[in-house]
C-alpha cells in the first residue's frame, strides 16, 4: 500500500502502443472518432464515442450525408455522427478495438445511440457518451448536451448540462431518461461542467465521477448513488471533502468538494497492485499524461504526477480524453492501458503505463 496523498507513484515507464485500428468496411471507412471509453459487460467490452467521421463514397450521397457543425478539412464525401458504440470481445485492448462491433442500421452504417430531436437538432444541440456502468443487463450510460456557437471551428461549443441514458448492450436500443420533460438532469453554474466521466460501482452503489471548470482551473468531484436508481437525480449524493469539519455527503451539488486537480475528462480505477484508486488523465495543453492515487474512492488523492507527454501530431494544439481501460489490466494493475484523442479526427492513440 502507497501512502498518499504526499507519496510518488513508481512509475516504471510509459509507452506507445501506436494508433487505434482503423475500421473499414465495403461501404465506409473510418476516419476518427472522438471519446473511446470502455464499459465492462462481463463477457465483452462496451466502446462509446462521441463525433465520428465515415469516408463514405457514393453510398454517402445516396443516403444523404450528415454534416457535422462546424467545418471539415476534407472535401470527400463523408457521414458525420455525434456518438455511436460499438461491442467487442478482443482479449487486450489493442486487439478488443480492432474487432469492435458497431450497432448499425440496415445498410451496415454506424448510427447514433443518443439521437437528437428535431427540435434540438434545429437548436445545434448535440450529445456526447461519457462512461456508465452495466446494472441488471442494462446499462446506464452518462451524457453531455453540446450546443454549437461557432461553426467556424470545432471548438465553438459549449456544454449545456447532463443526462442519462439505457441502453441495451443486445441491440443497442437506447433512451435518453428524462424528469418533468427535461433530459437535462444536472447543470452547475461554471464555464464547463462534467458527470459521469467514470462510473465505479461498489456493491449497491455506483460512484460518479465528474469535473468542474473555472477559468484554467479544472477540479474533480464525486457523487453517489443506489445502483437501481441512476436514473433518479434526487438519488445523489455529493462528497463534500474540502476539510476534515465539511466532509461527508450532501444531496446539494453546488456543495460537492474538490477532489484536487484533473482534466475535464479522465479515469478512475481501483487498483489492487497499487493499493488504491488510480486516476488518470491528460493535460490537454501541457500534452502531459497525469496519474494521481487514493487512498479511498473519495480520496485523498496524491499531488499531480506527471509521467511524461504523450506523443502527438505536431500539428495537435490539444491532446485529450486520456482514459484508462481497467477491465484489460495485467499483473493485478502492474501494467495498465490507455487512450487518447487528438483534433481533426486523428484515430485514437493507445499507450501503456507500468508500475515497479
Known amino acids: 500500500m502507497i501512502d498518499v496523498p504526499d507519496a510518488r507513484i513508481p512509475v516504471r515507464f510509459a509507452r506507445s502502443l501506436g494508433y ?5 468496411t465495403a461501404s465506409w471507412t473510418m476516419i476518427g472518432q472522438d471519446g473511446g471509453q470502455s464499459i465492462d459487460l462481463g463477457d465483452r467490452t462496451l466502446f462509446v464515442f462521441s463525433d465520428t467521421l465515415l469516408a463514405a463514397p457514393g453510398a454517402a450521397l445516396g443516403r444523404g450525408a450528415t454534416h457535422p457543425p462546424f467545418r471539415l478539412t476534407t472535401d470527400e ?13 478482443g482479449g487486450d485492448l489493442r486487439e478488443s478495438l480492432g474487432a469492435m462491433h458497431y450497432y448499425q442500421d440496415e445498410d451496415g452504417f454506424p448510427v447514433e445511440i443518443l439521437t437528437a430531436t428535431a427540435e434540438e437538432r434545429a437548436a445545434d444541440l448535440r450529445f456526447w457518451p461519457e462512461h456508465g456502468v452495466l446494472v441488471d443487463g442494462r446499462v446506464y450510460l452518462y451524457y453531455l448536451g453540446v450546443k454549437t456557437v461557432d461553426p467556424t471551428t470545432p471548438w465553438g461549443f459549449r456544454n449545456v448540462g447532463v443526462g442519462v441514458a439505457v441502453l441495451d448492450p443486445e441491440s443497442g436500443a437506447c433512451h435518453r431518461v428524462s424528469h418533468n420533460g427535461d433530459w437535462c438532469l444536472w447543470r452547475l453554474a461554471a464555464d464547463d461542467f462534467h458527470l459521469g466521466v467514470q462510473a465505479v460501482r461498489e456493491g449497491g452503489l ?9 477559468g484554467h482551473e479544472v477540479h474533480a468531484l464525486v457523487g453517489r448513488a443506489p445502483a437501481d436508481r441512476l436514473g433518479d437525480p434526487s438519488a445523489y449524493t455529493y462528497w463534500r471533502a474540502e476539510r476534515a469539519e465539511t466532509e461527508g455527503w450532501t444531496s446539494a451539488l453546488e ?15 481501483r487498483n489492487s497492485y497499487l493499493g488504491g484508486y488510480l486516476m488518470t488523465y491528460i493535460n490537454s495543453f501541457t500534452k502531459q499524461m497525469t496519474v494521481r492515487l487514493g487512498r479511498q474512492i473519495t480520496g485523498p488523492y496524491s499531488s499531480p504526477q506527471a509521467v511524461g507527454r504523450v506523443p502527438h501530431r505536431s500539428t495537435s494544439e490539444l491532446v485529450y480524453l486520456g482514459f484508462e481501460h481497467p477491465q484489460f489490466a495485467a499483473e493485478a494493475g502492474r501494467r495498465v492501458y490507455l487512450s487518447y484523442c487528438q483534433p481533426n479526427f486523428t484515430p485514437s492513440s493507445l499507450m501503456e503505463l507500468c508500475f515497479r
Not at 487505434?20 to 473499414?24: E, P, T, V
Not at 455506483?206 to 473555472?214: I, L
Open 77 to 89: 464525401p463523408c457521414v458525420f455522427l455525434a456518438n455511436c458504440a460499438a461491442t467487442s470481445t
Open 206 to 214: 455506483v460512484y460518479v465521477f465528474g469535473s468542474v471548470r473555472h
Open 255 to 269: 456543495l460537492a468538494g474538490s477532489l484536487g486537480p484533473c482534466g475535464s475528462d479522465y479515469s478512475v480505477s
Open 20 to 24: 487505434c485500428h482503423r475500421a473499414q
